[in-house]
């Protein structure tokens, strides 16, 4: 086989250029999950610029994240499934929807992308709209509002992850299988309302990466650590309960009326 492929390569030289298909996926999924991390933060911090010249408010912010994540995802869900966050990533190995090793090139490509997207944001907008008096810390820097303890940071982010996560553990269940269409627009709206809910108090991260990329380029540090413990510890509790109690064995169609004759009996039964 080994001679077969050495002729094969040398009668054309282009082939010893080309991927095999699951390393030409790989690369794709690496890149895919950093791009769609770039335009992610791009956009959604883009979103909450606010100077006396451009106005925002709360409401504002919040659905242009929501937008931003429908955007990246329906770009690159395909691709490489747009986890875009770590504590998505994290669900998705202990869930069993992907490999470890799938997971730490994915938790570097969110890095990466993050740190890219923020970049991008800062040479493209004048410096007193990254940082000035309405935004001392920087813009779409994750700060605790005054009155909000360290200790209620923390359970509020890993609350609202965890109804994130949730919702992702949905998408991953089989019985699910069909209902992928709506995904960008289930994501979309889920970001949209955690940020409306929380995101006075703690600024709703719920993506460690999502405030590691504003903190670097505005060397803004203050209880940055919240943002990855409350997620993280989030997006593993929150999977594994899903995987032990909730998760189905099996595609069903919840379209059918026999499936609807079986879901009922199996409420019955339980």
Not at 29 to 40: K, N, Q, R, W, Y
Not at 148 to 166: A, D, N, R, Y
Not at 223 to 237: D, E, F, K, N, S
Request: proline share 4%; aromatic share 10%.
């Amino acid at each position: 086989m080994s001679q077969q492929k050495q002729k094969s390569q040398e009668s054309n030289p282009n082939a010893r250029w080309r991927l095999e298909g699951h390393h030409r996926s790989a690369i794709a999924c690496f890149f895919g999950e950093l791009v769609a991390t770039a335009v992610f933060v791009f956009i959604a911090c883009m979103g909450c610029v606010e100077t006396p010249l451009f106005q925002n408010s709360h409401f504002r912010s919040g659905l242009t994240f929501g937008l931003a994540i429908l955007i990246a995802i329906q770009c690159f869900g395909s691709v490489s499934g747009a986890h875009l966050n770590p504590a998505i990533t994290l669900a998705a190995w202990l869930y069993g929807a992907i490999g470890w090793i799938r997971a730490i090139a994915y938790f570097v490509a969110q890095a990466a992308g993050a740190l890219i997207g923020y970049g991008l944001l800062v040479a493209v907008l004048p410096g007193n709209s990254i940082k000035g008096v309405d935004n001392p810390a920087g813009v779409c820097v994750t700060v605790l509002a005054p009155g909000i303890s360290v200790l209620q940071g923390v359970f509020i982010e890993f609350l609202i992850t965890c109804c994130l996560v949730m919702v992702a553990c949905s998408v991953w269940d089989p019985r699910n299988a069909k209902l992928k269409d709506s995904v960008p627009v289930r994501f979309g709206l889920t970001v949209s309302c955690l940020i409306l809910t929380a995101g006075l108090f703690t600024g709703a991260s719920m993506n460690p990466t999502r405030s590691l990329g504003p903190a670097v380029w505005n060397d803004s540090w203050a209880h940055h650590w919240i943002y990855w413990v409350g997620p993280l510890v989030a997006g593993a509790v929150t999977s594994l309960i899903y995987r032990m109690a909730f998760k189905g064995d099996e595609e069903i169609d919840l379209r059918t009326s026999d499936a609807k004759i079986r879901m009922i009996g199996e409420v019955i039964v339980q």
